[in-house]
């Protein structure tokens, strides 16, 4: 069995930031890429930012990049997402994900890679 828990949404206004952890917990855990997905009220759930896991390599949505950054430490099978300048856009549950492979770049962004999912932190951005 494998866990995923998600942690550090939060309520805040437009130009805030927060860090999201995503800590994992299994047996097989920590061999491959982890991402972060979102989903809004009424949209499909859509990618936010992935990291492979050695390298760290870092892959993000035209949405996010610039304003977003993943980050993970392996000796803690923790993934973090800080987001910064926040938008009313950006309000979603976000969902930490993590795969056997060791993925990255523009191929992080299908969620049929992603092998174990939380069950999502919520992000409110006020205007």
């Known amino acids: 069995q494998v866990q995923l828990v998600e942690s550090g949404g939060g309520l805040v206004q437009a130009g805030d930031s927060l860090r999201l952890s995503c800590a994992a917990s299994?047996?097989?855990?920590?061999?491959?890429?982890m991402a972060w997905f979102r989903q809004a009220p009424g949209k499909e759930r859509e990618f936010v930012a992935a990291?492979?896991?050695?390298?760290?390599?870092?892959y993000y949505a035209d949405s996010v990049r610039g304003r977003f950054t993943i980050s993970r430490d392996n000796a803690k099978n923790t993934v973090y997402l800080q987001v910064n300048s926040l938008k009313p856009e950006d309000t979603a549950v976000y969902y930490c994900?993590?795969?056997?492979?060791?993925?990255?770049?523009?191929?992080?962004?299908?969620?049929?890679?992603?092998?174990?999912w939380g069950q999502g932190t919520q992000v409110t951005v006020s205007s």
């Open positions: 994900a993590a795969s056997d492979v060791n993925i990255y770049g523009a191929g992080s962004i299908r969620s049929s890679l992603y092998n174990y």
């Open positions: 299994g047996r097989t855990v920590g061999s491959g890429a």
């Open positions: 990291i492979s896991r050695i390298p760290t390599i870092p």
